[in-house]
């Protein structure tokens, strides 16, 4: 025999650690080079048609305004294409939603006195049925349309937040993730305290990392050791937090963990509206009849114990489709024989432009359409759009509008 003898239990520990040391170094210093830090990242100009198409009035119209002289002033390029500036877009919103009052509710959307703060939570077990990047792109895209938006990251691998600039090794100290304003012990802090604003104008985030494991270890002990009550108790505390900043919002857009633990449970409990993504491909549906099981039982235990769970909506969608794909296609259309209205109608297309972008940290709405394919760009935001253009309206029909 001349095979090494098995490691011993520290040898194994200190490589492991060597290696997760080694990585991280190589981690950081490979995303200083490819990713713009925090600070720097910014979100782009955009054009005076996109504006338009935002706030729904023609781009002939915005170019009388500003020769008019009236409202921001757009930057001029040499061709004479005009640009706004993301916090333009604001101003502009705020100037129409002054000089043509009763159209203001269209161009300042923000929920009024008496509309219920929508929190959609984007669930399944499976990983890699695009949660993050639904939750990523709706996020980014109510507040294109007008709304304060808070994402919270809650999955422990916090992709969101990376997405959004931070990276969560690095970025995110101690108690700055949701369990900072959710923990048991005195460290606990106010909600505000780890609500960060993003580069991106009109979403703040809290954002994640390993630390919000700690949830999942201290919650058995907290139940033993502490009689919790009312908002004290584990699977209220989510909520608890979010209404501590309530009025800072109009929807917070929530990125569940891939697993059905007692911060799930929380986020489930704080939820007015879940979105359940699939990815339509036999496997992903089998494991999400098991998803929906789990679920409904937690959701049970939850109302047993006083929660309430009365959701405004639950709409699956069906995201990283092939529309070509003939058995993708037939698991679509069974999906809508199954739960008829609750998938929703638009199903987001499966595209190189949402991977790519994915990769480079650039959402499509960061893209500027020269940077990829201009087709495949309209295409693949066309099916995004089509989707958060349903979930909005449904936020907008529980605020009655
Ligand atoms: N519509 C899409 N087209 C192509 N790739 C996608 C699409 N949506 C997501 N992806 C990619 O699939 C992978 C998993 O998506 P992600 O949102 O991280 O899933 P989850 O959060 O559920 O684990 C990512 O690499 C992402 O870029
Ligand atoms: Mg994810």
Redesign the pocket.
């Known amino acids: 025999m001349n095979s090494s003898p098995p490691l011993p239990a520290t040898g194994a520990v200190a490589r492991l650690s060597r290696h997760a040391q080694v990585l991280s170094g190589q981690l950081q210093a490979l995303s200083a080079t490819l990713f713009a830090p925090t600070s720097r990242k910014a979100l782009r100009s955009f054009s005076s048609g996109e504006v338009a198409r935002f706030l729904g009035v023609s781009d002939g119209y915005l170019r009388q305004l500003s020769l008019d002289g009236l409202g921001p002033s757009p930057a001029l390029s040499s061709g004479g294409r005009r640009s706004y500036t993301p916090a333009q877009l604001g101003e502009l919103r705020a100037f129409l939603a002054q000089s043509r009052p009763r159209e203001a509710l269209d161009f300042l959307p923000r929920r009024r006195a008496g509309d219920k703060l929508q929190v959609v939570a984007v669930a399944?077990f499976?990983?890699?049925?695009?949660?993050?990047?639904?939750a990523l792109y709706l996020s980014q895209f109510l507040a294109l349309e007008g709304y304060r938006v808070l994402a919270l990251d809650l999955?422990p691998q916090a992709?969101l937040s990376s997405m959004f600039g931070y990276q969560p090794e690095f970025d995110i100290g101690e108690g700055e993730t949701l369990y900072g304003a959710i923990r048991y012990d005195e460290a606990r802090r106010p909600m505000r305290e780890v609500v960060r604003p993003t580069y991106f104008e009109g979403v703040s985030i809290v954002p994640g990392n390993l630390e919000l494991m700690e949830f999942e270890h201290h919650t058995p002990r907290a139940m033993v050791e502490r009689s919790l009550r009312g908002a004290d108790l584990f699977f209220r505390r989510v909520a608890g937090a979010i209404a501590e900043v309530e009025a800072d919002f109009d929807v917070v857009v929530v990125?569940c963990p891939?697993q059905l633990g007692y911060l799930t449970m929380g986020a489930l409990n704080a939820a007015t509206a879940l979105l359940v993504?699939i990815h339509p491909q036999m496997v992903d549906v089998a494991s999400m009849s098991q998803f929906l099981l789990m679920t409904s039982d937690v959701m049970a235990v939850i109302e047993e114990a006083g929660g309430r769970l009365d959701y405004d909506f639950i709409r699956y969608v069906v995201?990283?489709?092939d529309p070509n794909d003939v058995p993708e296609t037939q698991i679509v259309a069974l999906l809508r024989n199954l739960f008829g209205e609750d998938v929703l109608g638009a199903t987001?297309?499966?595209?190189?432009a949402?991977?790519n972008?994915?990769?480079t940290k650039q959402s499509l709405y960061e893209l500027d359409k020269g940077a990829v394919g201009r087709a495949a760009y309209e295409r693949?935001l066309d099916s995004v759009n089509g989707a958060n253009q349903e979930i909005l309206n449904l936020v907008k029909k529980v605020w009655g509008r």
């Open positions: 399944n499976k990983g890699g049925s695009a949660k993050t990047t639904t999955d992709s990125d891939p993504t995201t990283r489709h987001v297309w499966k595209s190189t949402i991977a972008a994915g990769l693949a």
